[in-house]
Each structure stands twice: as C-alpha cells, then as structure tokens.
C-alpha cells in the first residue's frame, strides 16, 4: 500500500512507473501479467487504499475528487483518487492486471460518496469512457458498470436530479451497444408506480370550477378547455424557456390554486398534449400480433383526436409548429425501435464481408459429365453402386403400430397435446396411415367409415378409457360375421352354378338363336343391361332370372358387397386404395 501512495506523488504518466510499482508490491516471477491470486490480492490492496484515501478527504472536508490537489506556477496536480484510478486503468488497459478491477474500484467509490461527489466521481467517468468501453474492459466490467449507474439512478431524485440522470442515461446508451438487450423493455411492462395525487374534497375560497380540476387530473386528458383558453403570444413569450428548462420536473404540483395558473403556462399544456400524442401512438401499435391492433373505426376516431391535438402543439406560443416537428420525428423514431423490439432486438452491427484476393489468372470453368456436379455425383454413385436402387432396405413400409403411435398419444388426454397439434390435422400423414392400414389392417380400416381418422389407429396402442370409445360392441361383430358368412355362400354357389352345364331348356332357348353362334367365353365382359358383349345371358343372369331359384332374397346386395370385398382384399395397386385425402381430413 505504502509503495502505491508514494506512485500517487510521483509526477509523469502511469506508463512510465506502474508496471514497476506493481512488480514491486506483488514480486512475480518474471512475468507482465498477474494470476489469478494475485489479481485478486493487488484488489484487496487497492480499496483498501481507496477506502483510506475517502476517509482523509471527508476529514479534510474537500471533495472527494479534489483530495490533495494543488496548484502552483509549474503545473496543476491532479487529486489523489484521480491519480489513483489513472494508474490502474493504463494497467488495465495494458491486460498487465484483470480488467474488471477498474470497474470494481469506481463502483466502491460511488457507494462511499454523497450525492454531491458522485456527480464528480461520474464526471470522471465519463471522461474515460472512450477507454472503458473498449472491448477487452467492456466485456469484463459491463454488468459492474451497469449496476453501478442503477444504484445511482435509485439514489437520485426523479424530480430534483434530472439533469444527472440525464447524464447517466446517455453514458449507458454510450457505453453499451444499441443491440444490447439489458437496456430493453422486451416484455412492455409499465410503469404503475408513477401516481399522481390530487385533492379529492374542494377547499375553501377556490375561484376554479372543482369538477374541472378532479375531472383533469383524474384523466390527465383534457382537450376541451385548452381550445376555450388559446395562449397568445405575449403569454407565450412571458415565460423564459431555457430558464424553466433548467429548473424542469417531472412530476407537476397538483394542487387547486395553481389550476388557473398551469392553464396558461405553455409547457404544462406541451406536457399534457405530448401525453396524449404518446398515447394515441400506443394505441396504434399495442401487441405483437394483428389480432391485438384496433379495429378501423377505433384507428379513425384516434386520428380524429391526434389531429386535434396536433392542431393545439402547432399553435402553442412560443415556435408551435417547430416544436410539433420536433415530436413528431422523435415518435416516428421510436416506432422503429418498437418494431426492432418485436422482432426480437436483432444486432444492427453486420460484419464485413471478406474481400478474396482476386487471381490475375482466370480460372477454366470444370465440364460435368451431365451438365452440373450434383448430377455428375449421381451418374458416378451409380457406376459405384448399381444396387442401391434395387436394395430392399432403400424405402421400407413402416408397421402401422409404429406409423399410428404419433396420432395414439394425441387421442391421450393425459398427454395434454392442444387440438391443433394433432396429426389428424395432417392430410399427409393420415393419407399415408389409411394406404398402410388398407394393406396391413383391414379391420381397423373398416372403422373409418364410422369414426374417421382415429378409429383407424390400432386399439392396442390406445389406452383403456379410449380404447371402449372405438371398439365395436359384440353383437355388432356377430352381424359382421354372419354378414360375410352369407357372401362366402353367395360366391360358392355362383362359382358353382357358371361351373353346372347348361339344362336342356338353355340349349331349347338357345336352340331359336343363331345355331352357329360359340359359347360365351368366362371373361366376357358385361355391359349396361346386364347382357354380355355377345346377346347371350351369362349364368349369373339365367340365375337371376330363374324362378326357380333358392337365393336369398338380399342376394342381390350380398353380391354388390362381395365384389366390393373381392376388390378390397385382392387389390394390391395404389390406385385400388387410394382415398380422397379432403375426405381424411
């Protein structure tokens, strides 16, 4: 500690005696940069020495940032603090000790200081800001520098300070990047702290009308009485601006005697119009997504209100219509930082693109064996692997009980998937599952018809309570069955009966025909009129046409089903079982 008090005396700049100082208090084994414990034993001594140093100013009664500062005919002598930080910043800024100690020591410094020697504590800040924000300190000290500006922003007063915290907000928007997200709203989250009180009985002798005063600061918004009560321009021009700007607040006394006189104070009436002009803003733009903006009657009567009071700022004394410029470029800004928010802060800094070193030889543009190389890739994949196209394991079917377990857990109400990320909702998917189910399960596919989509999936894969929903009942299976038990009849006996010969009275009746006409082919083609390409009935129609016939009388719609069926189960092609995939859906 003594040998960084004795560098505090010693006159030049930092770089010419404090690697030496700090080789000496530490003594490393030839070496410019410190370890890890000995960064953190040089901190230890440095606020210790700050600590000290406060101490002395306070006693002393001089400003912290002033402490032992003299002036003579030679030169002027920087305090002891200031000399002090100096020289560990250039260490710092050389990497020869961790760079986040400069951030360590400012912050220990605000938190022992008044309010009065912070603001010359932040002076010096800011005059260092261009070092501290380098990269190599910035990325080490940002979240310390941030908290320390926060834990002076909670010091000062909203009202009283508001120049200083002026200056503190601008450091940060200087100090980090317009791309950092610590420095965003994101969520949008207001400020419902800021209250303003108001009186809510009527004192004794007021001369403004008290419905009035309750009506305008519960509202804040009172356009009426600003038209009744135009300023004029001597009015305007009584009041000094850049006085009052000085002396500016935030927060507006509410009290019912000073009613008559905020009526005519032209900044008051800016403040309550720019409120309005902000809030109409909001109103335009207030969520993420479109369903949240206004309908188109409420945007029409909010531009119906902003032009009014527009009309108002412009002819405000004093420069109305130059003020009214300069508030509209500054909300026509902040829409784009809205939108910036929204679409999630992304970074405005874009690297460069890399220029490559042009050749002075020009390159011979490569000939593809088929116009290009990803086709040339292909044809020699081939030459390489003549059986890809052929392997089995190249494009298989899955199983349906692996294909349906996607759409098995949706059913699950346990699972508490939304409805609209089911895989019902997926034409594709269900298009695909009703080919598989065709060829692998012809009964769950017969369920379509009765429970859509998810009476296909297979009832194992459901669970108990669901599984009942989509399980045909007993009685419904024994019909189901008897109903294909009469088809397999139905078949067997028209085989039989195009297998019987033909009976004397067939060959009678053909007997009146043309004698020398052939007998009909078995894959004669039917035509409309159930009569064969030939005029000759084919059995089946002798069938149906035989009185003498045992069918049974549904035998007709039996057979209707049993081609159906036929067609189902023996049809292997895509198109014999292809749906309609809006029918799926």
Same mark, same amino acid.
């Given at each position: 500690?003594?040998?960084?008090?004795?560098?505090?005396?010693?006159?030049?700049?930092?770089?010419?005696?404090?690697?030496?100082?700090?080789?000496?208090?530490?003594?490393?084994?030839?070496?410019?940069?410190?370890?890890?414990?000995?960064?953190?034993?040089?901190?230890?001594?440095?606020?210790?020495?700050?600590?000290?140093?406060?101490?002395?100013?306070?006693?002393?009664?001089?400003?912290?940032?002033?402490?032992?500062?003299?002036?003579?005919?030679?030169?002027?002598?920087?305090?002891?603090?200031?000399?002090?930080?100096?020289?560990?910043?250039?260490?710092?800024?050389?990497?020869?000790?961790?760079?986040?100690?400069?951030?360590?020591?400012?912050?220990?410094?605000?938190?022992?200081?008044?309010?009065?020697?912070?603001?010359?504590?932040?002076?010096?800040?800011?005059?260092?800001?261009?070092?501290?924000?380098?990269?190599?300190?910035?990325?080490?000290?940002?979240?310390?520098?941030?908290?320390?500006?926060?834990?002076?922003?909670?010091?000062?007063?909203?009202?009283?300070?508001?120049?200083?915290?002026?200056?503190?907000?601008?450091?940060?928007?200087?100090?980090?990047?317009?791309?950092?997200?610590?420095?965003?709203?994101?969520?949008?989250?207001?400020?419902?702290?800021?209250?303003?009180?108001?009186?809510?009985?009527?004192?004794?002798?007021?001369?403004?009308? !008290?419905?009035?005063?309750?009506? !305008?600061?519960?509202?804040?918004?009172?356009?009426?009485?600003?038209?009744?009560?135009?300023?004029?321009?001597?009015?305007?021009?009584?009041?000094?601006?850049?006085?009052?700007?000085?002396?500016?607040?935030?927060?507006?006394?509410?009290?019912?005697?000073?009613?008559?006189?905020?009526?005519?104070?032209?900044?008051?009436? $800016?403040?309550?119009?720019?409120?309005?002009?902000?809030?109409?803003?909001?109103?335009?733009?207030?969520?993420?997504?479109?369903?949240?903006?206004?309908?188109?009657?409420?945007?029409?009567?909010?531009?119906?209100?902003?032009?009014?009071?527009?009309?108002?700022?412009?002819?405000?004394?004093?420069?109305?219509?130059? !003020?009214?410029?300069?508030?509209?470029?500054?909300?026509?800004?902040?829409?784009?930082?809205?939108?910036?928010?929204?679409?999630?802060?992304?970074?405005?800094?874009?690297?460069?693109?890399?220029?490559?070193?042009?050749?002075?030889?020009?390159?011979?543009?490569?000939?593809?064996?088929?116009?290009?190389?990803?086709?040339?890739?292909?044809? $020699?994949?081939?030459?390489?692997?003549?059986?890809?196209?052929?392997?089995?394991?190249?494009?298989?079917?899955?199983?349906?009980?692996?294909?349906?377990?996607?759409?098995?857990?949706?059913?699950?109400?346990?699972?508490?998937?939304?409805?609209?990320?089911?895989?019902?909702?997926? $034409?594709?998917?269900?298009?695909?599952?009703?080919?598989?189910?065709?060829?692998?399960?012809?009964?769950?596919?017969?369920? !379509?018809?009765?429970?859509?989509?998810?009476?296909?999936?297979?009832?194992?894969?459901?669970?108990?309570?669901?599984?009942?929903?989509?399980?045909?009942?007993?009685?419904?299976?024994?019909?189901?069955?008897?109903?294909?038990?009469?088809?397999?009849?139905?078949?067997?006996?028209?085989?039989?009966?195009?297998?019987?010969?033909?009976?004397?009275?067939?060959?009678?009746?053909?007997?009146?025909?043309?004698?020398?006409?052939?007998?009909?082919?078995?894959?004669?083609?039917?035509?409309?009129?159930?009569?064969?390409?030939?005029?000759t009935p084919t059995p089946e129609e002798q069938l149906k046409e035989s009185p003498d016939t045992d069918a049974d009388p549904d035998s007709g719609q039996l057979e209707a089903d049993a081609e159906a069926e036929a067609g189902t189960?023996?049809?292997?092609?895509?198109?014999?079982?292809?749906?309609?995939?809006?029918?799926?859906?």
């Amino acid at each position: 500690m003594e040998a960084f008090k004795r560098a505090i005396l010693q006159p030049g700049p930092p770089e010419n005696f404090a690697l030496r100082i700090v080789q000496e208090v530490i003594k490393p084994q030839k070496r410019t940069k410190l370890v890890q414990d000995e960064n953190q034993l040089l901190e230890n001594i440095l606020r210790t020495l700050l600590q000290d140093l406060v101490s002395s100013a306070v006693q002393s009664g001089a400003p912290i940032m002033e402490y032992g500062q003299s002036v003579d005919d030679a030169e002027t002598t920087l305090g002891h603090i200031p000399r002090l930080l100096d020289i560990v910043l250039y260490l710092c800024e050389k990497e020869h000790i961790e760079g986040g100690m400069i951030f360590q020591l400012l912050e220990d410094l605000t938190e022992m200081s008044t309010m009065r020697n912070c603001k010359d504590v932040f002076g010096y800040i800011e005059r260092k800001q261009d070092i501290l924000g380098k990269q190599e300190l910035f990325a080490r000290g940002k979240l310390v520098m941030l908290r320390t500006c926060n834990q002076l922003l909670r010091r000062l007063s909203k009202a009283n300070d508001v120049v200083f915290c002026g200056r503190i907000l601008m450091f940060l928007a200087h100090f980090f990047p317009l791309s950092e997200r610590s420095a965003v709203n994101i969520k949008g989250v207001f400020n419902t702290s800021n209250e303003t009180s108001y009186e809510k009985e009527p004192p004794a002798g007021i001369a403004i009308d !008290f419905n009035f005063y309750k009506t !305008f600061w519960s509202l804040q918004v009172v356009l009426n009485t600003f038209e009744a009560q135009p300023l004029t321009d001597e009015e305007g021009d009584a009041i000094n601006m850049e006085e009052e700007a000085a002396n500016y607040s935030i927060k507006y006394l509410t009290s019912s005697k000073l009613m008559g006189l905020e009526l005519k104070d032209p900044s008051f009436r $800016r403040h309550i119009l720019v409120q309005c002009l902000i809030l109409f803003d909001y109103l335009r733009y207030p969520g993420k997504n479109d369903k949240d903006l206004p309908s188109e009657g409420m945007k029409e009567e909010i531009k119906t209100w902003e032009d009014r009071v527009k009309k108002m700022l412009e002819v405000t004394p004093p420069k109305g219509k130059d !003020f009214l410029h300069k508030i509209e470029h500054i909300l026509e800004r902040e829409k784009n930082w809205v939108w910036w928010k929204r679409d999630g802060c992304p970074p405005f800094e874009k690297q460069p693109l890399e220029k490559k070193a042009q050749d002075s030889t020009k390159k011979r543009r490569p000939r593809w064996r088929l116009g290009n190389k990803e086709l040339s890739q292909l044809w $020699r994949w081939a030459d390489q692997n003549p059986n890809a196209l052929t392997d089995p394991q190249r494009v298989r079917t899955p199983s349906i009980m692996d294909y349906w377990k996607p759409l098995a857990e949706d059913m699950d109400d346990s699972t508490g998937i939304e409805e609209e990320y089911h895989h019902k909702n997926n $034409r594709v998917y269900c298009w695909k599952g009703l080919r598989f189910s065709a060829r692998q399960d012809l009964e769950g596919f017969s369920r !379509f018809t009765d429970h859509g989509i998810e009476g296909v999936v297979p009832l194992d894969l459901l669970p108990h309570e669901v599984r009942s929903k989509y399980q045909a009942k007993p009685n419904e299976r024994s019909k189901r069955a008897k109903k294909e038990e009469s088809r397999n009849a139905t078949l067997q006996a028209e085989e039989n009966q195009i297998a019987t010969p033909a009976s004397e009275n067939d060959e009678a009746v053909r007997g009146d025909l043309d004698s020398s006409a052939t007998p009909m082919e078995a894959d004669a083609t039917p035509v409309a009129g159930g009569v064969s390409q030939g005029g000759t009935p084919t059995p089946e129609e002798q069938l149906k046409e035989s009185p003498d016939t045992d069918a049974d009388p549904d035998s007709g719609q039996l057979e209707a089903d049993a081609e159906a069926e036929a067609g189902t189960i023996d049809g292997e092609t895509d198109a014999e079982v292809d749906v309609d995939v809006d029918a799926v859906s």
